[in-house]
């Protein structure tokens, strides 16, 4: 379905309508029944569903709801700019008055907080939902301790 995303916006003979009927009718059913197997454990998947989705504008509130709860219940999140990415649109729907998701994702975006620790803290400013500049990053070298870093990689959901 990603790569099916990707060369449409590449394709733009039709409507951003004609794929996302295409998705309703006939791609949602299938991946809503594949989903465990393709985008529970795989989360560059999801990743790329969700930024295709959002570059779509198909907001389909089954497909959205199974991204979120897969993001909240994921043991670790390995990759920095995917979580970043994540709490950035949890928040942006979250805040939405408009939106099918105002105000219940609450619970999520506090799961997903705990992903933060002394490594990602330093460089993440997880309530403002942005990374901090190379600028701000010089600015509080003083105040990290060696142990705030990490040096090796951690292990896989």
Same mark, same amino acid.
């Given at each position: 379905?990603? /790569?099916?995303? %990707?060369?449409?916006?590449?394709? +733009?003979?039709?409507?951003?309508?004609?794929?996302?009927?295409?998705?309703?009718?006939?791609?949602?059913? =299938?991946?809503? %029944?594949? @989903?465990?197997?393709?985008?529970?454990?795989?989360?560059?998947?999801?990743?790329?569903?969700?930024?295709?989705? %959002?570059?779509? /504008?198909?907001?389909?509130?089954?497909? @959205?709801?199974?991204?979120?709860?897969?993001?909240?219940?994921?043991?670790?999140?390995?990759?920095?700019?995917?979580?970043?990415?994540?709490?950035?649109?949890?928040?942006?729907?979250?805040?939405?008055?408009?939106?099918?998701?105002?105000?219940?994702?609450?619970?999520?975006?506090?799961?997903?907080?705990?992903?933060?620790?002394?490594?990602?803290? @330093? +460089?993440?400013?997880?309530?403002?939902?942005?990374?901090?500049?190379?600028?701000?990053?010089?600015?509080? +070298?003083? #105040?990290?301790?060696?142990? #705030?870093? =990490?040096?090796?990689?951690?292990? /896989?959901?």
């Amino acid at each position: 379905m990603i /790569e099916i995303c %990707e060369a449409f916006r590449d394709n +733009r003979t039709h409507h951003r309508d004609h794929l996302r009927e295409l998705l309703q009718a006939h791609l949602k059913p =299938v991946l809503l %029944e594949k @989903w465990d197997k393709e985008a529970e454990y795989h989360q560059r998947n999801l990743f790329k569903l969700m930024h295709e989705l %959002e570059h779509i /504008e198909f907001y389909d509130e089954d497909i @959205w709801q199974k991204c979120f709860d897969t993001i909240s219940h994921k043991k670790r999140i390995n990759n920095l700019t995917f979580l970043d990415y994540f709490n950035q649109t949890m928040r942006r729907f979250n805040s939405n008055p408009k939106g099918a998701f105002f105000k219940k994702l609450d619970s999520h975006i506090e799961k997903l907080g705990s992903h933060m620790n002394a490594n990602r803290k @330093w +460089r993440y400013d997880f309530e403002n939902a942005r990374l901090y500049s190379l600028d701000e990053l010089i600015a509080r +070298r003083d #105040d990290t301790k060696y142990g #705030d870093s =990490v040096t090796t990689r951690g292990g /896989e959901d």
